[in-house]
T-cell receptor, first 112, second 112 residues
Framework: RKEVEQDPGPFNVPEGATVAFNCTYS??????FFWYRQDCRKEPKLLMS?????NEDGRFTAQLNRASQYISLLIRDSKLSDSATYLC?????????????WGLGTSLAVNP | DGGITQSPKYLFRKEGQNVTLSCEQN?????MYWYRQDPGQGLRLIYY???????QKGDIAEGYSVSREKKESFPLTVTSAQKNPTAFYLC???????????FGDGTRLSIL
């Protein structure tokens, strides 16, 4: 089982739609979770950190479900500019070898 | 403006040649990372450094070398032993290993 798994999509949605992505992780000891956005041929940019109680930033809501070991990202009122690949990132708490594990991403296309 | 600067933006390598990619940050971050991304693929960790004068191999270190002589700088050398170097190379930094990483805008390396 991969350490971090995402549905690659693509998700094609009309403008104004609500869309949700899930990401599962395998290490129950993971403590840090993030969503990044990557545009085509560009570097990833931090979208939001994911906190235990869930958090919201404008049209974006992130949730963490520790029991089922997944995080989610909800985008409301989709804009054309939301079209991108969304990367799920989870820390790997293995002793001193701490690093982040990157999912392969979920592709979103918002259509007019 | 604080940030991460990668140079050059585009680089061409001749067969048998070593090339060095530059990464400089002025965010006062302790941890720095090098990733490789191939078309349609996720980020793969090459090397990372949690502190000056120390670095660790990532998942695909063969054919690459790094140094961390200064906190601000983490250059990556792609050696002639790396037989398939064509990729998008991304440098990142974070305050601590489990904190969000911030990226430079990448270097695209191609074979001549």
């Amino acid at each position: 089982r991969k350490e971090v798994e995402q549905d690659p999509g693509p998700f094609n949605v009309p403008e104004g739609a609500t869309v949700a992505f899930n990401c599962t992780y395998s290490n129950s000891a993971s403590q840090s979770f993030f969503w990044y956005r990557q545009d085509c041929r560009k570097e990833p940019k931090l979208l939001m950190s994911v906190y235990s109680s869930g958090n919201e930033d404008g049209r974006f809501t992130a949730q963490l479900n520790r029991a089922s070991q997944y995080i989610s990202l909800l985008i409301r009122d989709s804009k054309l500019s939301d079209s991108a690949t969304y990367l799920c990132v989870v820390n790997s708490p293995r002793g001193n070898n701490r690093k982040l594990i990157w999912g392969l991403g979920t592709s979103l296309a918002v259509n007019p | 403006d604080g940030g991460i600067t990668q140079s050059p933006k585009y680089l061409f390598r001749k067969e048998g040649q070593n090339v060095t990619l530059s990464c400089e940050q002025n965010l006062n971050h302790d941890a720095m990372y090098w990733y490789r991304q191939d078309p349609g693929q996720g980020l793969r960790l090459i090397y990372y450094s949690q502190i000056v004068n120390d670095f660790q191999k990532g998942d695909i270190a063969e054919g690459y070398s790094v140094s961390r002589e200064k906190k601000e700088s983490f250059p990556l050398t792609v050696t002639s032993a790396q037989k398939n170097p064509t990729a998008f190379y991304l440098c990142a930094s974070s305050g601590r290993p489990n904190q969000p990483q911030h990226f430079g805008d990448g270097t695209r390396l191609s074979i001549l």
